[in-house]
């Protein structure tokens, strides 16, 4: 059986979109960072940052194929496009119509004007509504924290927090690990390890100072990195 190249390039074209829009779709439906990150939250298995390189590793492909595709098919699809008897654009209603149906879409987004900005306001209701259900981090981002700030962000001991935890058999080696390792180590989600230096100290939530130690994009220095993909009326 003769192997058809250009039939493989436009299946193979079928299949990327397919699984684009699959990803698409779940991306669309996930939290936050700070919430995913904080509950461990997965869909089929795979966690947020999972989703968003399938994502982009497909787009990435999609344009590679599109390119090829394009040039195996240069001379079918410019003789859609031209007149035969001179050089003259084809189709002119139809090709005019496109770009302006496009450029009404990309014009509504940028200034989201509705519906066109309804998508995203659907996906700021899905985001509040994880934010409504997860158990809430002292900080934002806590999971990257080392457990020597963590404690100090709750006006705790180190040393102490880590006896509790190894006294319950969580393995912790070090006061320099951050939350999200120490999670991942011993099966658990960075809730769940909060969740158990709570029982240990269950004024803890009540004592967190917040903020953490953010990264900041200013000049100062910054504490905290914000509340992630929110509106100011959110």
Not at 76 to 90: C, D, P, Q, T, V
Not at 96 to 113: C, K, P, Y
Not at 130 to 138: F, I, V
Not at 144 to 168: G, H, P, T, V, Y
């Amino acid at each position: 059986m003769k192997f058809q190249f250009k039939g493989f390039v436009s299946l193979f074209l079928a299949v990327l979109s397919l699984v684009m829009g699959f990803s698409g779709i779940i991306l669309y439906l996930v939290p936050r960072g700070r919430v995913a990150n904080w509950t461990g939250w997965t869909m089929l298995g795979l966690e947020k940052q999972g989703w968003q390189t399938i994502h982009m590793n497909f787009a990435l492909l999609f344009l590679i194929v599109v390119g090829l595709h394009l040039y195996l098919n240069w001379s079918i699809f410019w003789a859609y496009i031209k007149r035969k008897e001179r050089l003259a654009i084809n189709l002119k209603l139809e090709t005019l119509i496109a770009i302006l149906l496009a450029g009404v879409v990309l014009t509504g987004t940028i200034m989201r004007i509705q519906p066109f900005n309804t998508v995203l306001d659907y996906n700021y209701q899905i985001k509040n509504y994880w934010d409504r259900w997860a158990s809430e981090a002292p900080s934002p981002h806590a999971e990257e924290l080392r457990l020597n700030q963590f404690a100090d962000n709750l006006s705790l001991s180190s040393s102490a927090i880590m006896k509790a935890l190894q006294q319950d058999g969580l393995v912790i080696t070090d006061a320099k690990t951050t939350i999200g390792e120490i999670a991942t180590a011993n099966g658990m989600t960075p809730a769940d390890v909060f969740s158990a230096i709570k029982k240990h100290f269950p004024d803890a939530s009540k004592q967190g100072k917040g903020g953490g130690k953010g990264r900041g994009t200013g000049q100062g220095k910054g504490k905290g990195r914000g509340m992630g993909q929110q509106r100011v009326e959110d």
